[in-house]
């Protein structure tokens, strides 16, 4: 039987209140993100009334058309996919987050968009720590130079770290990637005149999102654990 989605939430809302225990963190420096890719705005509707307050959305257009039909919901939308250059721009009007920051020549895009939108873009730089082929971000030991770069940009304001790390069955074998994740910050925090707006670490999803928690994750973006397994495709 399908469980609710609001039983969902208070499983992992449980969960994330454990984690946090054990490590000693407060639960109010944990936010959760609901992942809706492929979820239907009826599915979004039922984890918002359930109290999910961001969603984390990894298409441009699949977000403007659920943006509209929720439009009437107060929710904050981040993107957390892999972001084309030529989808900059939009994408820089309409979330209040980009998560995945992964190269020098999108940060230039999206600073460009900043300015004609007068507006500061909160970034997330994205880090391929396991240093797998198929996935974005850059690999940590070019961390230092992108972020130095960004910095200096105007319209991008750089606010902490993104990963997906190398999958595992068993995630306390993912927990050497989330300490990586949490030194290379406190590297980019030494090195920066601003260290306190380095505070966000994106990371843990349904499956290893307790032991992200433990390492320092600050947002963790959890889909199938809240919504159910996803179809294939896109409806
Ligand atoms: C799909 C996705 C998630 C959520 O994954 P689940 O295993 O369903 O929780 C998290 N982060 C990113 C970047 C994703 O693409």
């Not at 058309?65 to 989808?87: A, R, T, V, Y």
């Not at 949490?182 to 307790?210: A, V, W």
């Not at 919504?227 to 294939?232: K, Y």
Request: aromatic share 4%; with cysteine.
């Amino acid at each position: 039987m399908q469980e609710s989605i609001k039983e969902n939430l208070w499983v992992i809302q449980q969960r994330m209140a454990e984690a946090c225990q054990r490590s000693g963190r407060s639960i109010s420096h944990v936010r959760l993100i609901g992942v809706t890719k492929t979820v239907s705005s009826e599915s979004i509707r039922e984890g918002v009334e359930a109290g999910v307050g961001i969603l984390g959305e990894n298409y441009v257009q699949e977000a403007m058309k659920k943006m509209e039909l929720l439009k009437d919901l107060p929710l904050e939308w981040h993107f957390i996919g892999h972001l084309q250059s030529n989808k900059a721009r939009f994408a820089a009007g309409i979330f209040q987050l980009i998560h995945t920051l992964d190269r020098l020549s999108l940060a230039r895009e999206l600073n460009k968009a900043a300015r004609r939108l007068d507006r500061k873009i909160a970034v997330l730089l994205q880090v391929n720590v396991g240093d797998e082929s198929s996935k974005s971000g850059v690999q940590p030991h070019e961390l230092t130079t992108l972020h130095r770069e960004v910095s200096r940009m105007e319209g991008l304001h750089v606010q902490g770290l993104m990963t997906l790390p190398p999958y595992r069955e068993d995630p306390e074998e993912v927990r050497p990637f989330f300490q990586r994740m949490r030194e290379l910050l406190d590297g980019i925090r030494d090195r920066s005149q601003n260290p306190e707006d380095l505070k966000e670490l994106s990371m843990g999803m349904s499956h290893d999102f307790q032991v992200a928690i433990e390492e320092g994750a600050t947002l963790i973006r959890v889909g199938t654990a809240l919504f159910g397994v996803r179809p294939l495709k896109t409806p």
